[in-house]
Every structure is written in structure tokens, then in C-alpha cells.
């Protein structure tokens, strides 16, 4: 009688510890695919909206058909998401051009408004090269002017470096 039931026992562990297995995921799981919103590639063993799945352990029922609706939306969210992400790339871009080309253009106002701070004559070159001195008064606008073309070029707050060793 108790080597019956130490047999019973026996088998009931074993059957417990493969519904145990079985439960725990010894079988390989489907794996997806998708873009997170910072760009990066993630994998998972759950669906997340706008994955794809990758790798399935379960029996399909015609691999050669095409792809599912699902699947078809799928991809479509994906490359809209990599469209996305190359057009805010292509942006951010865009606007560290354009903070180069504002500073370059600032630096150049400065540079010229130190030089008409510090000219006692200013001038204008022709196309032959030859000079045409400014009068006072008209020296003085082209001062004033420089200092307003500073403030356009480099913000409203911006102050010219008017000391002598400026550059």
C-alpha cells in the first residue's frame, strides 16, 4: 500500500512539474518588432501598436499568402513613423543651418560696426576701387546704421563690442 501511493505521489509530481513547463514558456513566444517615438529599434515578446511581428513559433496556415490587413497597416505605420522621424531630423537640421548662418551674418555686422566706431574717415569704394569719403553727417548715419544692422543681425538685446581690441 505505500509503495502505491509513493507511485501515486510520484506521478502526480511529474505531472505537475510538465503543466509547470508548459505554463512557465518552454515554448518559444512570437517576437515583434517596432520604431519607439526617440527612433530606436525595440523588440518584444508582446504586441505593441505599430509592431510587426519578425518571429512566431505557431503553425501558420499559408505562409505564401500575402500579408494581412493588419500586417499591411502595420507597415504602413511604420514607414510613416520613419517618414516622421527623417522629416524632424531633416528639420532639427534646418534650424542649426540657419543658427550658422545668423551667427556668421552677426559676426559680420559686429565686424563692420567696429570698423566704422573706429574709422575717423569713412568711405565708400566704387567699382574702380576709388574712395568717397562720407561727410560728418553722413558718417554719423552710417555709424547709427551699423549699430541697427548689429541689433537686426544678432537679436534686439544684442550690444556691439565697441572696445578697441574687439574682433
Known amino acids: 500500500m505505500r509503495r502505491h501511493a509513493a507511485l501515486q505521489l510520484g506521478l502526480l509530481a511529474s505531472g505537475i512539474f510538465t503543466a ?12 515583434w518588432k517596432w520604431v519607439d517615438p526617440q527612433g530606436h ?8 501598436p505599430g509592431a510587426v511581428l519578425i518571429k512566431s513559433d505557431h503553425p ?4 505564401s499568402a500575402a500579408p494581412s490587413d493588419d500586417q499591411s497597416q502595420l507597415n504602413a505605420t511604420n514607414r510613416r513613423i520613419d517618414e516622421d522621424l527623417s522629416r524632424e531630423a531633416a528639420q532639427r537640421e534646418v534650424q542649426k543651418d540657419e543658427a550658422t548662418a545668423r551667427d556668421a551674418q552677426c559676426k559680420q555686422a559686429k565686424d563692420r560696426y567696429q570698423k566704422v566706431i573706429q574709422a575717423r574717415r569713412i568711405y565708400n569704394e566704387d567699382k574702380n ?9 553722413e558718417a554719423e548715419k552710417a555709424r547709427v546704421q551699423a549699430r541697427l544692422d548689429v541689433k537686426n543681425a544678432c537679436g534686439a538685446n544684442a550690444v556691439p563690442d565697441s572696445s578697441p581690441n574687439a574682433s
Open 20 to 31: 509547470g513547463l508548459a505554463a512557465t514558456g518552454a515554448h518559444a513566444e512570437d517576437i
Open 41 to 48: 529599434v525595440q523588440y518584444s515578446d508582446h504586441w505593441t
Open 60 to 63: 501558420r496556415e499559408n505562409d
Open 129 to 137: 576701387g576709388e574712395r568717397t569719403y562720407l561727410t560728418d553727417d
